[in-house]
């Protein structure tokens, strides 16, 4: 298959590339910047941009929408350019998909969405999700967009997946990210800060396993469906500073600061349909992938200290 991937250059995006270069689809990368391997054809395509978008995906059998504004705080900055991004520009993709009759449209959401769930008890797929308490922008985003996505399943018949992300880690994230920025400050010497008692937890999901699932989804019981792709086994952010601290500076010392408002406070989240009708489950342990986190870490401080000449 032809599969174009938008956000192609970012941290979950390059995995996926890499995913579906193994299984054989030819790639189509869209970004505003190159992705990490030369082995795809790159499209300089902005999301807002709808022709350069049709341009783009034309020919394409699938088109995997990984483009978005994720930063949180960003998003809380930017609402109203958070919403044109995640948003319009999913509408944009979609209307692209319609109009190169491309045969499916994947799309990136996430775990979030389920802080605006109602009732008690794990969450799934068909949990309805409340108009108000997501508390934050960039939940209300991600909801919108999904809702974007299966308007145009129910009025154009574009064939869909919707992906709910667990917290991707793993090797090549974004320094701004949480546990990027513990290693850093535990590298560094100072104290990891945690925001509020850290308490609130993530089923994180190590990211190679989050890009086997993009694959399956390619198949034909996953039209129209939404999968959770959840981590296995819940994670505290406690846990998190901890596990670094251990493995990157045992006499490091952890700090706890004001929690901030919106903040994803977790819910027990059910993959077992991704599990019945796909054969996914996320099977790589917190502690094992931050080992390989690491190891990718050092490997790259080793690299750039000897580029620089230290």
């Known amino acids: 298959m032809k599969i174009a991937v938008t956000g192609a250059a970012g941290f979950i995006g390059s995995h996926v590339i890499d995913r579906l270069i193994l299984a054989g689809h030819e790639v189509v990368a869209l970004d505003t910047r190159p992705p990490h391997r030369l082995d795809v054809a790159f499209r300089e395509v902005d999301i807002v941009d ?12 699938a088109v995997f929408h990984l483009a978005a504004v994720s930063n949180v705080n960003d998003a809380r900055a930017d609402p109203v350019g958070t919403m044109e991004v995640n948003v319009v520009g999913t509408a944009r993709v979609a209307e692209a998909s319609r109009r190169n009759h491309v045969g499916r449209t994947v799309f990136a959401s996430t775990v979030w969405v389920y802080s605006a769930a109602t009732g008690e008890g794990p969450v799934r797929e068909d949990t309805p999700l409340a108009t108000s308490g997501s508390e934050h922008v960039y939940t209300a985003s991600k909801i919108a967009a999904e809702l974007t996505l299966s308007s145009f399943g129910e009025l154009f018949g574009i064939e869909y997946t919707i992906l709910r992300y667990g917290i991707p880690y793993g090797p090549r994230m974004r320094d701004e990210l949480v546990i990027p920025r513990f ?38 019981e996953a039209a129209n469906q939404i999968f959770n792709l959840e981590g296995p086994a819940p994670v505290s952010v406690r846990h998190v500073a901890e596990t670094v601290r251990d493995l990157v500076n045992p006499t490091g010392r952890i700090e706890f600061i004001a929690a901030r408002p919106g903040d994803y406070e977790g819910r027990e989240v059910s993959a077992e349909k991704t599990a019945d009708v796909l054969g996914w489950r996320a099977s790589t342990p917190f502690d094992e992938g931050m080992r390989l986190y690491l190891d990718w870490w050092r490997d790259t401080e080793t690299r750039g200290s000897e580029a620089s000449g230290a």
């Open 50 to 61: 709808l022709p350069d978008l049709v341009r783009a995906t034309a020919g394409c059998d």
């Open 183 to 220: 290693v850093a400050r535990a590298a560094a010497g100072e104290a990891i800060t945690i925001h509020g008692d850290g308490l609130q937890y993530r089923n994180y999901v190590y990211v190679a396993d989050l890009a086997d699932a993009h694959v399956l989804a390619l198949r034909p």
